[in-house]
């Protein structure tokens, strides 16, 4: 293209007016007009453009007007001729002077958006443009309900605000409470109505819930382990005591237990809330747990151990003549054949049962409120779950002893007739017939076989009102009794169990009805016919049971206090001579039975209650 000489010196003569009139280097933040010619004799020269720059002016009279850049950032700053995005036309001009036409093939880029990403925006050209340079929010993730602070830093904006909720904000900072995850947008205007926008998004999650947290059991052995199991939404789960990380509804393992362990669950959300749930599992020595109930709720009834290791419940107050069998496998009750004769009473002791060496159960004695019920006697046989008739005793007998001998009679003693008279039952041929009898009449008393085949009487009484520390001797091959050495006190409704260093443990018992029950203890030594103290119970009771562990010690269960029934146990220790406390039963029982079975288990059923008699039933389990 060739340009007359004189319309290059009017050109370059508009050059230095401009130049004159106008700061060329613009603040490249700062939307740029296009030229302007200041007559029609020569071509508008371009203007530097900028972030959110207009479209540039078109020039006037015989120019041709370009645009400024536009873009989301700062753009390529342009010279005399330089860069455009886009541009107007310009007004038609004189004839004979055409446009320098600008150079349109090197576009300026747009650039970062107010130094951060998303932001954009619009300026006029010529004015100082807004400037975001930061939006956040912090927290970025909330609980619902919870606050977020919605944070900035912005330049050259004379207006701001945030949507969606908030409207028009000034200072740098607003604290939001959105109820769902929300994105806000902060615009930022500045004076001449140019705007830049930046977003920042706060995520809402729910609270975390827990639905349930269990121990599938909350007892075990010392050295025994159980599982947990935690139900939860709305976060991620972990349990201490090193269990860690666990899924909603699966079950984790406790590992040994060496002590009762109490176990958090901790549940959190994204938002770092969290909820927290505990149970605890009790490691004990020894403790009680639920087994099925009895048909019937009965108190001062019998127990056998069969040989099929199941247990018999025979009569008791509350049952009369029923009967039922507990099948430890299922845990549970079943009805069985009924006893000839109603058998209850309001003492302690009601009647016996004796497993006898042919399998069957003598079961005998009992309330005299039927004919002749307290002196007969009955068999059950387990193969056909049927009670049959056998000889009748003597007398009528309640609150006696029947002993199991060697020889496979079976020894009956005292009673509350104020009797000293006792007799022997024999398998062979069904009948009763008179032994020695003893040197005082006793009731509620115990016997108890010992190692050398003797049986030892301990304590008792003639009557409500009295009892007696003395004890004697039964010598079945003589069948008579003989004196032996005393207790330190007298006691009834106590508990004898022989020990596996053949020794025996008399424990508790009262000296009468109206007395306060002892906590004492004291050991029989068969070899020197003594009685010597030993550590006493933590609980002072009568009417309670003993049952030898097959670990050599003693459990004594519930019973009567001063104050009322006992749910509580203890342990006693022969090698160290003490009581400790084990666990408790889950409700106060005195006049209840307990057997141990096969299966180390001991089985407790029935008793009474401030409420009436019971059916329900526990096991004990030790190690």
Request: net charge negative; with cysteine.
């Amino acid at each position: 293209m060739r340009i007359h000489p004189a319309r290059l010196l009017a050109s370059l003569s508009a050059v230095v007016l401009l130049v004159g009139c106008y700061d060329l280097t613009l603040n490249p933040y700062m939307g740029g007009d296009g030229g302007q010619d200041e007559a029609g004799s020569f071509d508008a020269i371009d203007a530097q453009a900028s972030m959110g720059g207009s479209t540039g002016a078109g020039g006037t009279g015989d120019t041709t007007g370009t645009g400024g850049d536009t873009g989301g950032g700062a753009a390529g700053g342009g010279g005399v001729g330089g860069a455009i995005s886009s541009g107007g036309g310009g007004d038609a001009g004189v004839p004979d002077a055409p446009a320098v036409e600008p150079d349109v093939s090197a576009g300026g880029t747009g650039g970062s958006a107010g130094g951060i990403s998303g932001a954009s925006g619009t300026s006029d050209g010529g004015s100082v443009g807004a400037v975001i340079v930061s939006f956040t929010a912090w927290p970025k993730t909330i609980t619902a309900g919870r606050n977020s602070t919605l944070s900035w830093t912005a330049t050259g904006a004379t207006m701001m605000s945030i949507d969606p909720g908030v409207g028009a904000v000034t200072g740098d900072s607003q604290v939001v409470t959105p109820t769902h995850t929300t994105t806000y947008t902060l615009t930022a205007t500045d004076a001449v109505g140019g705007s830049v926008t930046a977003q920042a998004t706060v995520t809402v999650v729910p609270m975390p819930s827990i639905t349930s947290f269990t121990a599938a059991a909350s007892t075990v052995l010392i050295g025994s382990s159980t599982t947990l199991t935690a139900t939860f939404t709305n976060g991620t789960g972990a349990i201490d005591n090193e269990i860690g990380s666990v899924q909603s509804g699966s079950a984790v393992n406790t590992g040994a237990l060496s002590a009762t362990t109490t176990f958090t669950l901790t549940v959190t959300n994204p938002a770092q809330d969290y909820v927290i749930a505990q149970v605890t599992v009790a490691a004990m020595s020894g403790f009680f747990a639920a087994t099925g109930s009895m048909i019937a709720a009965r108190y001062g009834h019998a127990a056998a151990l069969l040989p099929s290791g199941k247990v018999l419940i025979a009569g008791g107050t509350g049952a009369g003549s029923g009967a039922e069998l507990f099948d430890p496998d299922a845990g549970t009750f079943a009805a069985t054949g009924s006893m000839t004769a109603s058998r209850t009473t309001a003492t302690a002791t009601l009647l016996t049962a004796t497993l006898l060496l042919n399998g069957k159960v003598l079961v005998a004695g009992g309330t005299r409120a039927v004919p002749g019920g307290g002196a007969s006697a009955e068999l059950y046989d387990p193969g056909t779950g049927t009670f049959t008739a056998t000889g009748s005793m003597s007398q009528a007998r309640l609150s006696y002893t029947a002993t199991l001998l060697a020889n496979g009679k079976v020894l009956i003693a005292g009673g509350m007739v104020g009797s000293t008279s006792a007799e022997l039952y024999d398998p062979g041929t069904g009948t009763f017939t008179a032994t020695g009898s003893m040197s005082q009449a006793r009731s509620s008393h115990t016997a108890t076989l010992l190692g050398n085949g003797m049986v030892l009487i301990v304590g008792g009484g003639p009557s409500l009102t009295s009892s007696l520390a003395s004890a004697e001797l039964y010598d079945p091959g003589a069948g008579t009794f003989t004196a032996t050495g005393s207790m330190s006190q007298a006691r009834s409704s106590h508990t004898a169990t022989l020990l596996s260093n053949r020794k025996v443990l008399v424990a508790a018992g009262y000296a009468t009805m109206s007395s306060a029950p002892s906590a004492s203890a004291e050991l029989y030594d068969p070899d020197t016919g003594t009685f010597a103290a030993t550590g006493s119970m933590s609980q002072a009771r009568s009417a309670h049971t003993a049952t030898l562990l097959l670990n050599g010690k003693v459990l004594i269960a519930g019973g009567d206090s001063s104050g009322g029934g006992l749910a509580s146990a203890e342990l006693y220790d022969p090698d160290a001579g003490t009581f400790a406390a084990t666990g408790s039963m889950s409700q106060a029982r005195p006049s209840h039975t307990a057997t141990l079975m096969p299966n180390e288990k001991v089985l407790i059923a029935g008793g009474t209650s401030l409420g009436g008699y019971l059916s329900s039933a526990e096991l004990y389990v030790s190690q």
